[in-house]
Nanobody, 124 residues
Protein backbone atom coordinates (compact mmCIF):
# COMPACT_ATOMS: atom_id res chain seq x y z
CA UNK A 1 0.00 0.00 0.00
CA UNK A 2 1.37 3.36 -1.01
CA UNK A 3 1.48 5.91 1.75
CA UNK A 4 2.93 9.34 2.41
CA UNK A 5 3.04 10.16 6.11
CA UNK A 6 3.86 13.64 7.33
CA UNK A 7 5.15 14.48 10.80
CA UNK A 8 6.80 17.32 12.68
CA UNK A 9 3.99 19.83 12.82
CA UNK A 10 3.05 21.67 15.97
CA UNK A 11 2.66 25.01 17.70
CA UNK A 12 5.54 27.48 17.53
CA UNK A 13 6.00 31.17 18.22
CA UNK A 14 6.60 33.61 15.41
CA UNK A 15 10.29 33.67 14.54
CA UNK A 16 10.72 30.04 15.53
CA UNK A 17 11.54 26.95 13.49
CA UNK A 18 10.03 23.58 12.69
CA UNK A 19 11.19 20.65 10.60
CA UNK A 20 8.56 18.64 8.75
CA UNK A 21 9.18 15.13 7.49
CA UNK A 22 7.36 13.08 4.88
CA UNK A 23 8.08 9.37 4.80
CA UNK A 24 7.09 7.40 1.73
CA UNK A 25 6.27 3.71 1.92
CA UNK A 26 5.22 1.24 -0.72
CA UNK A 27 6.72 1.24 -4.22
CA UNK A 28 10.00 3.04 -4.34
CA UNK A 29 9.77 6.81 -4.39
CA UNK A 30 13.42 7.23 -5.12
CA UNK A 31 12.68 8.29 -8.68
CA UNK A 32 9.77 10.55 -7.82
CA UNK A 33 9.84 14.28 -7.35
CA UNK A 34 8.28 15.36 -4.08
CA UNK A 35 6.83 18.55 -2.76
CA UNK A 36 5.12 20.37 0.06
CA UNK A 37 1.81 22.19 -0.13
CA UNK A 38 -0.25 24.01 2.47
CA UNK A 39 -3.77 25.18 3.05
CA UNK A 40 -4.39 27.82 5.66
CA UNK A 41 -7.76 28.60 7.28
CA UNK A 42 -10.05 30.13 4.69
CA UNK A 43 -7.34 29.97 2.03
CA UNK A 44 -6.81 27.95 -1.11
CA UNK A 45 -4.13 25.32 -1.29
CA UNK A 46 -0.74 26.66 -2.35
CA UNK A 47 2.56 25.21 -3.47
CA UNK A 48 5.36 25.67 -0.93
CA UNK A 49 8.42 23.80 -2.19
CA UNK A 50 9.43 20.96 -4.48
CA UNK A 51 12.48 18.80 -5.12
CA UNK A 52 13.38 16.51 -8.00
CA UNK A 53 14.23 12.82 -7.74
CA UNK A 54 17.94 13.32 -7.13
CA UNK A 55 17.68 16.34 -4.86
CA UNK A 56 19.66 18.39 -7.32
CA UNK A 57 16.86 20.73 -8.31
CA UNK A 58 14.45 22.61 -6.07
CA UNK A 59 11.67 25.14 -6.41
CA UNK A 60 10.09 27.46 -3.84
CA UNK A 61 7.12 29.75 -3.55
CA UNK A 62 8.16 33.39 -3.31
CA UNK A 63 6.53 33.63 0.11
CA UNK A 64 8.96 31.12 1.65
CA UNK A 65 12.20 31.73 -0.27
CA UNK A 66 15.10 32.31 2.08
CA UNK A 67 13.17 30.90 5.05
CA UNK A 68 12.27 27.31 4.07
CA UNK A 69 14.55 24.58 2.75
CA UNK A 70 13.44 21.33 1.16
CA UNK A 71 15.73 18.30 1.11
CA UNK A 72 15.68 14.53 0.66
CA UNK A 73 17.06 11.80 2.83
CA UNK A 74 19.90 9.59 1.60
CA UNK A 75 17.51 6.81 0.61
CA UNK A 76 15.41 9.44 -1.21
CA UNK A 77 12.20 8.01 0.27
CA UNK A 78 11.94 10.82 2.79
CA UNK A 79 11.59 14.53 2.18
CA UNK A 80 12.09 17.27 4.74
CA UNK A 81 10.96 20.85 5.01
CA UNK A 82 13.07 23.00 7.32
CA UNK A 83 11.04 26.09 8.21
CA UNK A 84 12.79 29.03 9.82
CA UNK A 85 11.67 32.54 10.74
CA UNK A 86 8.08 31.36 10.86
CA UNK A 87 5.29 33.88 10.57
CA UNK A 88 1.65 33.77 11.59
CA UNK A 89 0.70 33.56 7.92
CA UNK A 90 2.57 30.24 7.67
CA UNK A 91 -0.18 28.66 9.79
CA UNK A 92 -1.70 25.87 7.71
CA UNK A 93 -2.07 22.16 7.22
CA UNK A 94 1.03 21.03 5.34
CA UNK A 95 0.78 18.12 2.92
CA UNK A 96 3.44 16.32 0.95
CA UNK A 97 2.97 14.97 -2.55
CA UNK A 98 4.88 12.78 -4.98
CA UNK A 99 4.84 13.01 -8.78
CA UNK A 100 6.90 11.71 -11.71
CA UNK A 101 8.60 15.10 -12.20
CA UNK A 102 9.30 18.40 -10.44
CA UNK A 103 7.27 20.17 -13.14
CA UNK A 104 4.28 18.03 -12.19
CA UNK A 105 4.73 18.87 -8.51
CA UNK A 106 4.90 22.61 -9.21
CA UNK A 107 1.92 22.46 -11.57
CA UNK A 108 -0.17 21.33 -8.59
CA UNK A 109 -2.77 19.50 -10.63
CA UNK A 110 -3.70 15.94 -9.74
CA UNK A 111 -0.83 14.55 -7.73
CA UNK A 112 0.14 10.92 -8.05
CA UNK A 113 0.37 10.50 -4.29
CA UNK A 114 -0.83 12.76 -1.49
CA UNK A 115 -0.38 12.69 2.27
CA UNK A 116 -2.95 13.41 4.98
CA UNK A 117 -1.12 16.44 6.31
CA UNK A 118 0.31 17.85 9.52
CA UNK A 119 -0.87 21.00 11.28
CA UNK A 120 1.52 23.91 11.72
CA UNK A 121 0.35 26.76 13.94
CA UNK A 122 2.45 29.90 14.38
CA UNK A 123 1.44 32.19 17.20
CA UNK A 124 2.16 35.90 16.88
Amino acid sequence: QVRLVESGGGLVQAGGSLRLSCAASGPTFRNYAMGWFRQGPGKEREFVAGINWSGGSTSYADSVKGRFTISRGNARNTVYLQMNSLKAEDTAVYHCAADPSLDAVVADSEHRYWGQGTQVTVSS
